[in-house]
T-cell receptor
Framework: DVKVTQSSRYLVKRTGEKVFLECVQD?????MFWYRQDPGLGLRLIYF???????EKGDIPEGYSVSREKKERFSLILESASTNQTSMYLC?????????????FGEGSRLTVL | GQQVMQIPQYQHVQEGEDFTTYCNSS?????IQWYKQRPGGHPVFLIQ?????EVKKQKRLTFQFGEAKKNSSLHITATQTTDVGTYFC????????????FGTGTRLTIIP
């Protein structure tokens, strides 16, 4: 069965802390994505990766970085967390192709920055 | 950059009534997808539309892709309590771009 696993469902961090959000997929997908979801704003793309060690900025990359050292793992890093980064973070993966494959999402990581 | 808007943001309907959500892109799309997110859950893929003017049905759900490939709609006939959730469209701008831009979503609640 298809699975995207996010390491933490709930995190509480303090302003200025470094935060790592981990995502692992077991489907051998090339593409992986990090979105944040906020009420009324839908899902906004932070970063995506179309292959190992490859990354592209999404619509709101400021304050974030990513790492993709292995195909199955895509990490989102908040170098210095701020209160406006309190949000639900969703990781997703899909196969690449001419016609877009469906996105498979993880359960989400709800981050609160105090 | 590309923007994808959905209306309405919220919709409350009596069980058995119909429901429609509309999705509009600022740019022409190569294809569009629809997702459903149940309360407390994560988005789950429903369908993908690729061709101009395409119409697809899944039981009580009807999906349309506009002729100009800039808009789409999801219509649910005779809503049931299981239809509760937030519906998102997501569009891809062109074939060379892996980026998928999500709409703002429409949250559907059902009054039993």
């Amino acid at each position: 069965d298809v699975k995207v696993t996010q390491s933490s469902r709930y995190l509480v961090k303090r302003t200025g802390e470094k935060v790592f959000l981990e995502c692992v997929q077991d489907m051998d997908h090339e593409n992986m994505f990090w979105y944040r979801q906020d009420p009324g704003l839908g899902l906004r793309l932070i970063y995506f990766s179309y292959d190992v060690k490859m990354k592209e900025k999404g619509d709101i990359p400021e304050g974030y970085s990513v790492s993709r050292e292995k195909k199955e793992r895509f990490s989102l890093i908040l170098e210095s967390a701020s209160t406006n980064q309190t949000s639900m973070y969703l990781c997703a993966s899909r196969v690449t192709g001419v016609y877009t494959g469906e996105l498979f999402f993880g359960e989400g990581s709800r981050l609160t920055v105090l | 950059g590309q923007q994808v808007m959905q209306i309405p943001q919220y919709q409350h309907v009596q069980e058995g009534e119909d429901f429609t959500t509309y999705c509009n892109s600022s740019t022409t799309l190569s294809n569009i997808q629809w997702y459903k997110q149940r309360p407390g859950g994560h988005p789950v893929f429903l369908i993908q539309l690729v061709k101009s003017g395409e119409v697809k049905k899944q039981k009580r759900l009807t999906f349309q892709f506009g002729e100009a490939k800039k808009n789409s709609s999801l219509h649910i006939t005779a809503t049931q309590t299981t239809d509760v959730g937030t519906y998102f469209c997501a569009g891809r701008e062109n074939f060379g771009n892996e980026k998928l831009t999500f709409g703002t979503g429409t949250r559907l609640t059902i009054i039993p």
